[in-house]
């Protein structure tokens, strides 16, 4: 079962925020390992109108055994600010976002990962559009017992934490990984297992290690670290989500210029893709330079490129030289 609930959404200035779900998998670890769909998506979570409470996102039958990752794919976010009556544009770096469980699923008994999303922290003013930075409290739990009441929301009245951690996603659509709390959770954070160099006590970027140690962490046999990212997108790959580029570090960066852009996103200098003035199907181009006409739009490589320091600004507008953006004065 998934939860999904909300905290500081009056410190926010959105009065509506809807992520519309897609198809949800778990990763089964140990024998067998692989990925389980708990759900073939088509929810809508209001975020701001939560006001504290939780819902449930998906409930389904699953194999008994431990999943230690839970991929997220998200289709839409519709979000409007207070002040306006238009919708916000909101770019998502990823289109499916991979969290790190550590959910024992056993037969008869009901096992739940709780998403708590920060409303406020989880996007990122870029002046004339925003970005999905998803800030999200992941816990895992096992033993629930629970009761949905008329409203439709739900109440857990029982289940022992196995794992708590914050998942702190960037402009990028990289994570950062802090554990809060759950009776594993020392081990999961001070994780070493030598045989197979997994060590995720220093360095809480990689969200593949951390599901390794999850595994470890439940009693499962490590096998050697594969050669993919979280999602399994080989190394030295581009995932069919767009710009992300599988490093030999087995962390995502986005990389537009090798990966390309979603339809009606522009490539920044940066590798990250913005919201653009381009129809679709004109995100390729030819030639080397500024395209004539149409500040900061530079053809690099093939793609198109928002490059603001060679190619100047739209009237009214101002360039912000870390990423080649113009944003609004």
Same mark, same amino acid.
């Given at each position: 079962?998934?939860?999904?609930?909300?905290?500081?959404?009056?410190?926010?200035?959105?009065?509506?925020?809807?992520?519309?779900?897609?198809?949800?998998?778990?990763?089964?670890?140990?024998?067998?390992?692989?990925?389980?769909?708990?759900?073939?998506?088509?929810?809508?979570?209001?975020?701001?109108?939560?006001?504290?409470?939780?819902?449930?996102?998906?409930?389904?039958?699953?194999?008994?055994?431990?999943?230690?990752?839970?991929?997220?794919?998200?289709?839409?976010?519709?979000?409007?600010?207070?002040?306006?009556?238009?919708?916000?544009?909101?770019?998502?770096?990823?289109?499916?976002?991979?969290?790190?469980?550590?959910?024992?699923?056993?037969?008869?008994?009901?096992?739940?990962?709780?998403?708590?999303?920060?409303?406020?922290?989880?996007?990122?003013?870029?002046?004339?559009?925003?970005?999905?930075?998803?800030?999200?409290?992941?816990?895992?739990?096992?033993?629930?017992?629970?009761?949905?009441?008329?409203?439709?929301?739900?109440?857990?009245?029982?289940?022992?934490?196995?794992?708590?951690?914050?998942?702190?996603?960037?402009?990028?659509?990289?994570?950062?990984?802090?554990?809060?709390?759950?009776?594993?959770?020392?081990?999961?954070?001070?994780?070493?297992?030598?045989?197979?160099?997994?060590?995720?006590?220093?360095?809480?970027?990689?969200?593949?290690?951390?599901?390794?140690?999850?595994?470890?962490?439940?009693?499962?046999?490590?096998?050697?670290?594969?050669?993919?990212?979280?999602?399994?997108?080989?190394?030295?790959?581009?995932?069919?989500?767009?710009?992300?580029?599988?490093?030999?570090?087995?962390?995502?960066?986005? &990389? =537009?210029?090798? *990966? #390309? %852009? $979603?339809?009606?996103?522009? !490539?920044?200098? @940066?590798?990250?893709?913005?919201?653009?003035?381009?129809?679709?199907?004109?995100?390729?181009?030819?030639?080397?330079?500024?395209?004539?006409?149409?500040?900061?739009?530079?053809?690099?490589?093939?793609?198109?490129?928002? &490059? =603001?320091?060679? *190619? #100047? %600004? $739209?009237?009214?507008?101002? !360039?912000?030289? @870390?990423?080649?953006?113009?944003?609004?004065?």
């Amino acid at each position: 079962m998934i939860i999904v609930s909300s905290t500081n959404a009056n410190a926010t200035g959105y009065r509506n925020v809807t992520l519309t779900m897609g198809e949800i998998s778990a990763y089964a670890a140990g024998v067998g390992a692989g990925w389980v769909i708990a759900s073939t998506g088509n929810e809508s979570v209001e975020l701001v109108g939560l006001g504290g409470k939780s819902i449930i996102l998906a409930r389904n039958r699953v194999w008994v055994g431990k999943y230690t990752r839970l991929a997220l794919r998200v289709d839409a976010i519709d979000a409007f600010w207070n002040s306006t009556s238009g919708k916000v544009p909101v770019y998502s770096p990823r289109q499916a976002y991979v969290l790190i469980t550590m959910v024992p699923v056993s037969y008869g008994s009901t096992s739940a990962v709780e998403l708590v999303f920060d409303v406020n922290r989880s996007f990122t003013d870029m002046g004339n559009y925003e970005i999905f930075t998803p800030y999200v409290e992941v816990r895992s739990l096992h033993n629930v017992q629970y009761i949905v009441r008329e409203d439709g929301t739900v109440d857990v009245s029982a289940g022992a934490a196995d794992l708590r951690e914050m998942a702190v996603f960037n402009q990028t659509g990289s994570a950062t990984w802090n554990v809060i709390g759950g009776s594993n959770g020392a081990c999961v954070e001070n994780c070493s297992y030598s045989s197979n160099s997994i060590n995720c006590g220093s360095s809480h970027a990689n969200p593949l290690c951390h599901a390794e140690c999850a595994s470890y962490c439940m009693g499962e046999h490590l096998p050697p670290l594969p050669t993919a990212c979280e999602d399994g997108t080989p190394v030295s790959s581009c995932s069919s989500n767009k710009p992300m580029y599988c490093s030999s570090g087995r962390n995502y960066v986005a &990389d =537009c210029r090798r *990966c #390309g %852009c $979603p339809e009606n996103y522009d !490539c920044t200098s @940066s590798g990250t893709c913005t919201p653009g003035a381009a129809g679709p199907h004109e995100h390729t181009c030819s030639g080397s330079g500024c395209i004539a006409g149409n500040p900061p739009i530079a053809c690099r490589n093939g793609q198109r490129i928002q &490059d =603001c320091v060679a *190619c #100047g %600004c $739209p009237s009214g507008k101002t !360039c912000r030289e @870390s990423d080649g953006v113009c944003v609004s004065s």
